[in-house]
């Protein structure tokens, strides 16, 4: 075990142009802002991110929206960021479109090692273009690949040095899921605790699967 706490600096240094990326939040509520706030400063580009939506143009992923760094999105949905939707019409952003409980089980698929999920959602609809489909009990499935990434940027309340994560009321959205589904997992955390310092119940991510941990906001 090691000492995983980074610089905000040296965390952005790792990540390259062109990086397939997950961020955690949900509309910007658990999103690791410092981390993103930074990658906007460093001026990288051509990401693919992989996210519930793109939150808002001045807060969350939002932000990494209106400086064009993204090429390409894999969301649930977009409404709330107007500079999502005009780039995508103008056609400098891909965008596809995951319902979103498809979308955490191929979060989950991708982290847990397995190769993809199996979901009625979206069959007999344009979802299900270009996919494969399999019949079990007379019932359609759609094959759904898992998604796994690059770097996982989440956000936690509470880690100890090794990496075991606590997270507050809606931060457990997708940060958990994408905390196993980064080859490498990078965590912004507002507070720090000695080892041993949270509970086995506190405890809602191993540190097994935490690369790196920044601070964040301090308390």
């Known amino acids: 075990m090691k000492n995983k706490a980074i610089t905000v600096e040296q965390a952005i240094e790792m990540i390259p142009d062109g990086a397939v990326l997950m961020i955690g939040g949900f509309l910007g509520d658990g999103t690791p802002e410092l981390l993103i706030d930074a990658l906007v400063k460093s001026g990288k580009r051509n990401f693919t991110i992989i996210a519930n939506d793109t939150a808002f143009p001045d807060k969350g992923i939002g932000k990494m929206i209106v400086n064009k760094m993204a090429k390409k999105v894999i969301v649930s949905h977009i409404g709330t ?7 995508m019409i103008e056609g400098t952003l891909e965008v596809e479109l995951v319902p979103q409980g ?3 089980e191929k979060v989950r698929a991708g982290g847990f090692g397995l190769g993809g999920i199996l979901t009625p959602t979206g069959v007999g609809t344009v979802v299900e273009n270009g996919k494969q489909k399999i019949v079990i009990d007379d019932k359609e499935y759609l094959v759904e690949p898992a998604l796994r990434a690059d770097f996982a940027l ?26 196993f589904a980064g080859k490498i997992t990078i965590v912004e955390v ?3 605790v000695p080892v041993g ?3 086995p119940n506190e ?8 690369d790196y941990i920044v601070r964040g906001n301090a308390r």
């Open 203 to 210: 405890i809602h991510t191993p540190h097994a699967v935490v």
């Open 81 to 87: 960021n107007p500079e999502t939707q005009k780039q």
């Open 102 to 104: 498809t979308l955490a």
């Open 197 to 199: 310092g949270l509970s």
């Open 154 to 179: 989440i956000k936690a309340q509470k880690a100890d040095f090794y990496g075991n994560l606590f997270f507050n009321l809606t931060s457990r959205n997708f940060n958990p899921l994408m905390a």
């Open 190 to 192: 507002e507070e720090f």
